[in-house]
């Protein structure tokens, strides 16, 4: 008998495997453009917030895009966002 196989989307440690990144829209990531902090769950979203700061090579525009596409992701997955804005989550010069 064939063994059945099933779709994984998670590796073990709750990253989302190559392949289903691969699928997700531009849109689905907080920087939308370098395709970086995917906000497919309401843990990607708490991810994204807490590592908002580790992203490199990106500007001051795609850092306040992204935060108001993680501001959205949030209230699509119910998670709390208590900064008002992007520059509470910045990199600290």
């Known amino acids: ?22 699928k997700l829209a531009d849109t689905q990531y907080a920087f ?15 991810n994204a917030l807490a590592r908002f700061d580790q992203v490199k090579d990106v500007t001051d525009d795609e850092r306040k895009e992204a935060f108001e596409n993680i501001k959205k992701a949030a209230k699509k997955f119910g998670v709390k966002v208590n900064e008002k804005d992007w520059k509470e989550l910045a990199p600290k010069k």
């Not at 063994?3 to 691969?22: E, R, S, W």
């Not at 939308?32 to 708490?46: C, D, G, M, Q, Y």
């Open 1 to 22: 008998m064939p063994t059945k196989t099933t779709k994984k989307t998670q590796t073990g440690n709750g990253k989302l495997n190559t392949a289903v990144k691969d």
């Open 32 to 46: 939308t453009k370098k395709r970086k902090e995917p906000l497919s769950n309401a843990s990607h979203v708490r």
